[in-house]
């Protein structure tokens, strides 16, 4: 499963991801409708799911910041705004990636994804490593 956060609704992003990802896709606020979810809710909320990947643009709120859980994966993309139909791309080159193809891969782990490269900090290693 993957979960976009709730900046990214209204763009389409859901449909465009689903076209070539095998499982679902849905929005954070699918997992707590009718609420604003605040960024230090996510954790608990992603725990609650099937092993999720979550995605953001907001990495400001999110990388270093949340906790590495072999619950959950995250994904926080250096994106602005206006760049965000870039996402559904991005994405789908990381999971390419033989260290996230799986979903085990990805557990476990909080992934900062830029122009120039891929870091990440696990459960394990709190220092971020870093792929060209």
Avoid: H
């Amino acid at each position: 499963m993957i979960v976009l956060d709730e900046q990214l609704l209204g763009r389409d992003l859901e449909r465009q991801i689903a076209r070539w990802y095998r499982g679902a896709v849905c929005s954070l606020i699918d997992l707590r409708p009718n609420t604003i979810v605040k960024d230090d809710a996510v954790p608990d909320l992603l725990r609650r799911q099937d092993r999720p990947t979550f995605v953001t643009i907001n990495e400001r709120d999110f990388w270093r910041i949340i906790p590495a859980d072999d619950r959950y994966g995250v994904v926080c993309c250096t994106l602005s705004d206006a760049r965000v139909p870039e996402l559904p791309e991005l994405l789908r080159s990381l999971l390419r990636r033989r260290e996230f193809r799986t979903r085990a891969g990805r557990m476990g782990k909080v992934i900062r994804v830029t122009d120039r490269e891929i870091s990440y900090y696990s459960v394990n290693d709190r220092r971020a490593q870093v792929l060209r």
